[in-house]
DNA sequence: GTCCATGCAAACGATTTGCATGCGT
DNA sequence: ACGCATGCAAATCGTTTGCATGGAC
């Protein structure tokens, strides 16, 4: 957990337990809706409340520690930022997998404009779930 | 509009004035929210509903008849369903401009799984903004 | 001690639902 | 004529806000 203490001191953030324990369920889940987030830290910190939580998330994406990620048929759900990558989800099992993303070049951009960002979800069916 | 009849008539769905009038809308506008449709619709079908919005909204997308796409920070867009593309969304214009996707290919892909459908994303700024 | 964070309850906005009526087939 | 579609109003759900209290720095 001192890494996320020390990764909420770049920030003007305080860490609080709550603060912590959100970011702690976050970095454990890999990728976690806000409700997951709110139902796995209850039963073991029974007085944080949902509007704490949704708080927490606001703040800590405008000091850019979280990413925001928006899959089918789901409410968004929160990563801790890393290095740039894309998401592979299994329809089968729902698991997201991250994977390295490789420039998305396609000679038609040149002539839409200048890329500074991209985000990239696919889907199918994993290794496990093909068997 | 006569292909936007036909096009219902692949599905179970009845061709309603309302529900017609919510395809042209979409397929005029390209991307647009269900705020967006309703208020274009309003003036000249003033009974029309926003239940009613909502309601075709979701036959039309399980009937594979409509998209859904999720912009950065904006409520969900729908499209008609048309060749597998993707977007390309000015940060300064907020134009959404379609391209041809290429294989998002990448050798770590074949250790994760098979694809089956992707959803690419690009921001940047197009070349009409950046002058 | 200061200022931000928390937790509660109330407010809000977006979406869904139930139901009576209307309309496409 | 049948069954789905519409439009309204009420209900519901997710999210935000205001405010008094507590805790990090």
Redesign the interface.
């Known amino acids: 957990m001192k890494d996320l203490h020390s990764l909420l001191q770049t920030t003007s953030l305080k860490a609080t337990p709550q603060r912590l324990t959100i970011l702690k369920t976050i970095d454990d889940a890999g990728h976690i809706s806000i409700e997951d987030i709110y139902n796995e830290i209850k039963p073991i910190f029974p007085s944080i409340s949902l509007a704490t939580v949704y708080k927490n998330i606001h703040s800590l994406k405008d000091e850019n520690i979280l990413a925001e990620i ?1 899959l ?1 048929n789901s409410k968004p759900k929160y990563e801790i930022k890393k290095q740039p990558h ?1 998401h ?1 989800i ?2 089968t099992c729902n698991q997201v ?1 991250d ?4 420039n ?3 000679p ?2 040149n ?17 496990n ?2 068997g």
Do not use: D
């Open positions: 928006h089918q894309g592979f299994c329809k997998y994977f390295e993303l490789q998305v070049c396609n038609n951009l002539e839409i404009g200048v890329i500074n960002e991209s985000e990239v979800y696919l889907y199918g069916i994993c290794k779930c093909k």
